[in-house]
Each structure stands twice: as C-alpha cells, then as structure tokens.
C-alpha cells in the first residue's frame, strides 16, 4: 500500500462516519432524529455575516499574516483577559489557527516528539489521541469513572506521571460528558504540574456553555506557574454558531505560541481572511445573542434528562456544560457500537458510540437540536430499549 505508517496508524472519526450514515438515512426519506452533531443547530448570527460580507466588499481578500490579522489578535487578547484573566501579547503570544481542532494539531506538533507522553483523561474527544500519534508521541489514557463525574484527580495524575510524561490534556467543559472542572479541582492539578513540569493544554472550545453557578475558571489564570505552562486554546465554533467558518485560537508562552506559528507558516498560513474578519466581529460584540443561544442549550438540557428520566436502561451523568450527554447503557449487556448501529438501522435515531471515546459502556447524546426532536427521539429510544431489555 502506497501510504505512510501515519496515515494507516491512524483511526478515521466515528463521529463523522455515523453522521454520513443518518445523511444517507435521510436522503433515502428517513425521518432521521439526530443526537450525533457535534455543532449548534443556530445560524450565525447576523451581524457576523454582515462582517464577512463588508470583508469582501471592502477587499480584504489577500493573505493575512500567517498567525492572524493584528486586530483579531489583539480582540483574542482583549477576550482572555476580560473573560479568563489571561494576559498574552498579541504581537507574539497568540496564534488564529484554521478551528481549534487545527490549533491542537499544530500545537502537538511543536510540543512533542517520539517518546514523549501525553496524558489525556477518558473519556476524550476522539482527535486527541490521534492528533498526539501523528506527532510521533505516546497517548497515555487516564481512566475516570462516574464517581469522580469523569474528572481525573490529583492524585492519579501524580501517579501516572513518567520521565517521559510531557503534556496534560484538559478539556473543561467536556466533549462528551458536560462534565466542568471546579477551580478547587484545577487547582491541584495545577500544582502537581508546576511541580513536574508538565505543559498543560487547556481546550476550552465549550467556555461558553456552562450552564452551572460558579464562573468558569481558565486552568492557566491559577498563578504564575501554572500559566507559563499552559496553552489555552479555544474558538468561535461553539459559542458563536460558527463551526463553518473554521477560526481556532491559542494563548502561549512566546517560545510555545512562535514554535506554532513556524509550524503553521509551512502548512496553512493563515485561516481564511473572510473569517477571520467575521470572528473579529463576533468577539469584539456583547454577549447578548451568545447568552440568548445559551439559555436555549440549557432548556434543552433540561429537558433531554426530563425525558431520559423516563428510560429505566439509561443513566447519566448530568451535564454541567458542552451539549452532550453522556448516557451509560452497560444495563443493555451491549456494546456502544451494537447499540448505535441498531438503534439508527431500527429507529432512525443518530447517536455516537462511547467506543470512539474510549468508553465502550456509553453512547453520546447530543441536544443540539430542537425541542420537539428531542421529544420525538428520545421517545423512540425508550421504545426501543423496552424491546431490547437484557434477559
Ligand atoms: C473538545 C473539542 N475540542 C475542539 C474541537 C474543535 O473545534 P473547531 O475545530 O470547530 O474549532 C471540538 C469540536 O468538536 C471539540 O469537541
């Protein structure tokens, strides 16, 4: 075969085959009800497109510098300090990437080589462990488990820590359990990585949805240390409806965020330019339209556990942020792929299976949709595990 190690060491996205198979479903007629997007069911808002539109227009169809314009840097920087108390210099400290998953990407590729380990907490977002192989390093996965709401300790992080443990991936908000981390929590994974020099990478792509009390707490805002050695990246996919128009951030130290932008000079250069005026806009606005789409994910949230309350076969972990829940159906007997395939072969409801995240007793269920479809899915779901019960 004609192709690299890399590419056939690589596993392709589940998530992204299952939502071409509930496509297909639907181009066939299927009423399809789908829990598998990854992505706001909302439009961009306006006023976004109106940027882009007067980007255009007004000519700005040239290559950008490799890392960003300036002012969408500088509108990044204003953006961690107001929301994150983070201070990164725009000149030299932030890099725009083409979406966050094209930050961590690069990211990976300027922080580790072979040998080196990365840590990542399971359940994981299914590129992690792939973005860490194609960069010749060693995923490392971390269990968690429902008591500790799928959040590592301290203490396991200590304990899993090697000579050749380099990186600590933290998600919060999670993809695909909602789980957040409590600053008390942060705090004392922070210290057990100023302590051994571990660089944290902070994908903070879901900061906007949290739909608990407490604020949410940037890992890197937690003292000096801690924030030498972090990289914060984050996006305007999830928070803005805007996971088209492909616009990824990270905050670093000069040495991390330069080593990417060198990286990123040889492969993309800069997202497109169209973008890039777009996520200055959206950034630059007030919160308003991004808390009116919140207050409809929380609903939602609401509403999704209201109705898997009613199936005895499911539980869950309840969702603190992101838009996912992550339902555990190790009652059933059935593995998560079994339990995806039937229940959209069967019923025509699109789920993702817990196997791509690295937890096989799960399958994900995304409410980034309507009310009434959440309605009409998981009604077929309870019809389906009544049929399906184990014995
Ligand atoms: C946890 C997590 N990180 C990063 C991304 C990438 O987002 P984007 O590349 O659209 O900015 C996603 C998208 O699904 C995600 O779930």
């Not at 907490?121 to 971390?142: H, N």
């Not at 159906?329 to 791509?356: M, R, Y």
Request: glycine share 6%; proline share 4%.
């Amino acid at each position: 075969m004609p192709v690299s190690f890399r590419a056939k060491n690589t596993v392709g996205s589940t998530t992204l085959a299952i939502t071409a198979r509930a496509k297909e479903l639907k181009a066939q007629g299927h009423d399809v009800v789908s829990f598998a997007a990854g992505e706001p069911d909302f439009d961009t808002p306006d006023f976004i497109k109106k940027a882009a539109i007067d980007a255009i227009q007004n000519g700005l169809t040239k290559y950008t510098p490799s890392s960003g314009t300036i002012e969408l840097r500088q509108a990044i920087a204003n953006k961690f300090q107001r929301d994150n108390q983070l201070s990164y210099n725009p000149k030299d400290q932030i890099v725009v990437s083409c979406g966050a998953k094209h930050s961590l990407y690069t990211l990976m590729q300027a922080l580790v080589d072979a040998g080196d380990e990365v840590l990542i907490p399971a359940p994981f977002w299914v590129s992690y462990p792939e973005m860490v192989k194609l960069a010749g390093a060693t995923p490392k996965i971390l269990e968690t488990c429902e008591k500790t709401k799928f959040k590592i300790t301290a203490r396991q992080l200590e304990e899993n820590i090697s000579p050749s443990t380099k990186v600590l991936i933290i998600n919060s908000p999670s993809n695909p359990t909602g789980t957040v981390y409590t600053r008390k929590e942060l705090e004392s994974i922070a210290a057990v990585c100023v302590k051994r020099n571990i660089v944290v990478v902070s994908d903070e792509i879901y900061e906007k949805l949290c739909y608990a009390n407490e604020p949410f707490v940037s890992i890197g805002s937690l003292g000096k240390d801690i924030y030498n050695l972090t990289v914060t990246v984050n996006g305007v996919s999830k928070a803005y409806a805007m996971t088209g128009w492909r616009i990824g951030y990270l905050g670093a130290s000069k040495e991390i965020a330069q080593s990417v932008a060198k990286i990123q000079d040889h492969s993309t250069s800069n997202p497109t330019s169209i973008s890039q005026a777009a996520a200055l806009a959206a950034l630059n606005a007030d919160e308003s339209t991004l808390n009116a789409m919140k207050e409809e994910f929380r609903k939602r949230r609401d509403f999704i556990v209201k109705c898997l309350d009613q199936i005895p076969q499911i539980d869950y972990i309840y969702p603190e942020g992101a838009f996912y829940v992550f339902c555990n159906i190790s009652k059933t007997g059935l593995d998560s792929d079994t339990i995806a395939k039937k229940v959209l072969d069967e019923k025509d409801v699109a789920c993702i299976p817990g196997s791509s995240f690295g937890a096989d007793d799960y399958i994900r269920l995304g409410f980034a949709t309507s009310m009434e479809r959440i309605e009409e899915g998981t009604r077929r779901l309870a019809e389906w595990f009544q049929n399906n019960q184990r014995g």
